[in-house]
């Protein structure tokens, strides 16, 4: 299974992965003072897990703005349902699920897949990394990936990006999506292929 993941052009791209949140001791602490009254440790949280959140975000919406709403949604809803967190239970993992629903929510109430706008790449986890040269070959790329994925099907998105964006493990997955790991080692299977032929469509499938 490793290996077929590595062939995947989303693996490729340096903009596509970041590092991964996990969820820690100190997070269930947090967790704890807040139901415990203190609404400042919320802030903590905020902080901790922003960045990871906007990355799924803008993974599944495509347009930086518009992700930045649904990340302000994400944390908005997450504040206000704290009540209902199940304690022993990953903080991260039950921060991500929320993101991907109000995202998913986002793109259906849109009734549209956007695609990501070409100034997108230099607002979105830029990398200047290497001389010009790379930077612009990078930024190409990663222009062509962004474009791929806002293609692909909505049921699709979700996973990939928590995949390839998040690195999350299958299980860590099924946890997220509320299903089976068989169901989703099946349906990221089915989203590795959507997005594959969506990239070659834009001219990069046989690299």
């Known amino acids: 299974m490793r290996a077929q993941e590595q062939t995947c052009p989303l693996r490729w791209s340096d903009a596509m992965s970041c590092e991964r949140t996990a969820a820690t001791d100190a997070d269930g602490e947090l967790v704890s003072r807040f139901l415990a009254g203190d609404r400042s440790a919320f802030d903590v949280l905020f902080l901790r897990h922003q960045d990871y959140v906007y990355r799924i975000a803008v993974g599944i919406v495509g347009d930086p703005e518009d992700a930045q709403d649904v990340a302000q949604n994400a944390f908005l809803q997450a504040y206000r349902s704290m009540g209902s967190f199940r304690r022993g239970a990953r903080f991260a993992t ?14 259906r ?3 549209s897949r956007r695609a990501v706008p070409l100034d997108s790449v230099a607002r979105v986890l830029p990398d200047t990394s290497g001389g010009p040269e790379a930077v612009a070959e990078r930024h190409s790329r990663d222009w062509i990936v962004r474009r791929a994925l806002a293609a692909v099907p909505i049921q699709y998105r979700d996973i990939l990006v928590l995949r390839y964006y998040g690195d999350l493990s299958l299980e860590e997955i099924a946890e997220v999506l509320k299903c089976s790991v068989p169901a989703a080692k099946v349906r990221l299977h089915r989203a590795r292929i959507a997005f594959k032929e969506r990239f070659a469509d834009l001219g990069l499938g046989d690299e």
């Open 94 to 107: 039950w921060l991500y699920r929320i993101v991907v629903n109000c995202a998913v929510d986002a793109l």
């Open 109 to 111: 109430s849109a009734k």
